[in-house]
């Protein structure tokens, strides 16, 4: 089956340790996006690719980067995680982003201790 | 700018209860609406959306249907089960192609439902 997937699904690291989070999808979708989920919230997009063209967030911190180095994987950086990054992140895709091709698909997250 | 309110929770069912999660927005233009469901521990699945007013949308016995004039998407349920305790988050999505929304989901606060048998 096509799908989003994440890599690992828990990931403990230091403070200040650099880490990276994997997402892979089988759907050849042009868009792929990560969100960080903190305890009881909502969603909260970080920054999204639309092929190789990077969209930040104004609001996402310089702390956090992105890559797409092909279609089928992206990462998400965090160069000096802090305990207020722990959470669980979501990558997703969808085709394009109007009409019938926005519907994002989520993978089933990545939660991310920091110690 | 954009958003999405959803009643406060927790709720908690009987099972083969019916169900009903409000949800308003706030958009300045027409955008399409979703229903997602996370389960404990996981990511989220797309439930059902909605992508112009008056188009209803239905998947696993849920329904919600897009209402511009009171610019609601209420997510409804006939008869829930144990299985469907979970959180469920309103979304309002990206506009069309040139909208300065591009490719942004907008998420409520989401409702956690328990259903016991």
């Known amino acids: 089956d096509a799908m989003v997937i994440q890599n690992p699904r828990y990931q403990v690291t230091q403070f200040g340790k650099p880490v990276t989070l994997s997402c892979s999808q089988t759907?050849?979708?042009?868009?792929m996006y990560w969100y960080q989920q903190k305890s009881s919230q909502a969603p909260k997009l970080l920054f999204h690719?639309?092929?190789?063209?990077?969209?930040n967030e104004a609001d996402t911190p310089d702390n956090f980067q992105s890559r797409r180095p092909n279609t089928s994987f992206c990462f998400l950086d965090i160069r000096s995680p802090g305990l207020g990054d722990a959470a669980m992140y979501l990558c997703?895709?969808?085709?394009?982003?109007?009409?019938?091709?926005?519907?994002?698909?989520f993978g089933p997250g990545t939660r991310l201790l920091v110690l | 700018g954009d958003s999405v309110t959803q009643m406060e929770g927790p709720v908690t069912l009987s099972e083969e209860a019916f169900l009903t999660i409000n949800c308003t927005y706030t958009?300045?233009?027409?955008?399409?609406l979703f229903w997602y469901v996370q389960y404990p521990g996981e990511g989220l699945q797309l439930l059902l959306k909605?992508?112009?007013?008056?188009d209803k949308g239905s998947n696993k016995g849920f329904e919600a249907t897009y209402r511009k004039e009171t610019t609601s998407f209420h997510l409804e349920k006939g008869s829930v089960q144990v299985s469907d305790s979970a959180v469920y988050f309103c979304?309002?999505?990206?506009?069309?192609?040139?909208?300065?929304?591009?490719?942004?989901?907008?998420f409520g606060q989401g409702t956690i439902l328990t259903v016991h048998p």
């Open positions: 958009a300045t233009g027409y955008p399409s």
């Open positions: 979304a309002l999505g990206p506009y069309p192609a040139g909208g300065t929304s591009y490719g942004k989901l907008t």
């Open positions: 909605a992508t112009k007013a008056d």
């Open positions: 759907l050849n979708h042009n868009v």
């Open positions: 690719y639309y092929d190789k063209d990077f969209n």
């Open positions: 997703a895709t969808s085709r394009g982003t109007s009409g019938d091709q926005e519907t994002q698909y």
